[in-house]
């Protein structure tokens, strides 16, 4: 339901196209394989398991390394914001306190090339 309501909000934004909503890791790579997206929404904790988003971004990062990737964490945790970035995330942003506004501010960012992490997230 989540990744619905995200899919629904962002594409409400008509300079976004969102192509796919995915549940699984396996989906995702899948998903980023076949579409080669500009930049790719990752929940950490995917269907498969709690930081199951991770493993995908790596696959991602080692399959379409062109492809800049956002990864979506529950909180604030420092070692995940590292464990993030060093996976090949472009930008972090946490669900818990951020609003659509501040994810469209994100992707817009990345997309430009620009690494993305507010102060709360390196808290």
Same mark, same amino acid.
């Given at each position: 339901?989540?990744?619905?309501?995200?899919?629904?909000?962002? $594409?409400?934004?008509?300079?976004?196209?969102?192509?796919?909503?995915?549940?699984t890791s396996?989906?995702?790579?899948?998903?980023? $394989?076949?579409?080669?997206? /500009?930049?790719?929404?990752?929940?950490?904790?995917?269907?498969?398991?709690?930081?199951?988003?991770?493993?995908?971004?790596?696959?991602?990062?080692?399959?379409?390394?062109?492809? $800049?990737?956002?990864?979506?964490? /529950?909180?604030?945790?420092? /070692?995940?914001?590292?464990?993030?970035?060093?996976?090949?995330?472009?930008?972090?942003?946490?669900?818990?306190?951020?609003?659509?506004?501040?994810?469209?501010?994100?992707?817009?960012?990345?997309h430009a090339?620009?690494?993305?992490? /507010?102060?709360?997230?390196?808290?």
């Amino acid at each position: 339901m989540a990744s619905e309501l995200l899919m629904g909000a962002l $594409k409400r934004h008509r300079h976004f196209h969102v192509s796919d909503s995915v549940v699984t890791s396996q989906e995702a790579i899948d998903a980023v $394989k076949a579409r080669s997206p /500009n930049v790719a929404l990752i929940t950490a904790s995917l269907a498969d398991g709690p930081l199951s988003g991770f493993g995908a971004l790596r696959q991602i990062r080692e399959l379409c390394p062109d492809v $800049k990737t956002v990864i979506l964490l /529950n909180g604030p945790e420092r /070692n995940l914001v590292v464990d993030a970035f060093r996976a090949g995330a472009r930008g972090v942003l946490l669900l818990s306190s951020s609003s659509v506004k501040s994810l469209c501010r994100c992707v817009e960012q990345v997309h430009a090339g620009q690494i993305w992490a /507010n102060s709360c997230e390196l808290v």
